[in-house]
T-cell receptor, first 116, second 117 residues
Framework: AQTVTQSQPEMSVQEAETVTLSCTYD???????LFWYKQPPSRQMILVIR??????QNATENRFSVNFQKAAKSFSLKISDSQLGDTAMYFC?????????????FGQGTILTVHP | GAVVSQHPSWVICKSGTSVKIECRSL??????MFWYRQFPKQSLMLMAT?????????EQGVEKDKFLINHASLTLSTLTVTSAHPEDSSFYIC?????????????FGAGTRLSVL
């Protein structure tokens, strides 16, 4: 079974600054996918970014980028130029590529507050 | 973008009654949908995987007779909480699976808050 750990229950950052959210995971799978989802106060889950484990290049989406360290089983999210709208709970998630393909395992979440 | 609609957004019911929650993929077909449960300020826990035209697959510890799942079409899955009790009060979220650029992405509904009195 896979486990996903987010060790930062809460984080805060000033508007326009950069913040990094941590995530580690444990798996015996060789093929898998990693995701970051955000859940704003509306509670609508929104996909932020995804990473395929077989790709060495770190994924980026505008102000969001990841630092994927496969050997260390680490998948951190960097948010640059933080905006007030980035305030949300962020979940790191793991999806295996084998027979359990499609099942997401979520971390505990990190509440991010962006201050003006 | 992919849109998943979940209805109702909030339901209050009396103990012992049944409640049905609908999850629809509005602009794509979803062979597979998922149902999650989330407690306040906690993570999402997968309850079951709903497959169109076949029985749902339940996670360990989830009572399949209490949480009935039906995936009758490629755009609709329903979760029925039968004989609801106060301990079933929670936030229920569905997601629909869509292939995007070689990988499956789950798109989520806005969730349903269930309050059982």
């Amino acid at each position: 079974a896979q486990t996903v750990t987010q060790s930062q229950p809460e984080m805060s950052v000033q508007e326009a600054e950069t913040v990094t959210l941590s995530c580690t995971y444990d798996t015996s799978e060789s093929n898998y996918y990693l995701f970051w989802y955000k859940q704003p106060p509306s509670r609508q889950m929104i996909l932020v970014i995804r990473q395929e484990a077989y790709k060495q290049q770190n994924a980026t989406e505008n102000r969001f980028s990841v630092n994927f360290q496969k050997a260390a089983k680490s998948f951190s999210l960097k948010i640059s130029d933080s905006q007030l709208g980035d305030t949300a709970m962020y979940f790191c998630a793991f999806m295996p590529g084998g027979t359990s393909y499609g099942k997401l395992t979520f971390g505990q979440g990190t509440i991010l507050t962006v201050h003006p | 973008g992919a849109v998943v609609s979940q209805h109702p957004s909030w339901v209050i019911c009396k103990s012992g009654t049944s409640v049905k929650i609908e999850c629809r993929s509005l602009d794509f077909q979803a062979t597979t949908m998922f149902w999650y449960r989330q407690f306040p300020k906690q993570s999402l826990m997968l309850m079951a995987t709903s497959n169109e035209g076949s029985k749902a697959t339940y996670e360990q510890g989830v009572e399949k007779d209490k949480f009935l799942i039906n995936h009758a079409s490629l755009t609709l899955s329903t979760l029925t909480v039968t004989s609801a009790h106060p301990e079933d009060s929670s936030f229920y979220i569905c997601s629909a699976d869509r292939p995007v650029a070689g990988a499956n992405i789950q798109y989520f509904g806005a969730g349903t808050r269930l309050s059982v009195l």
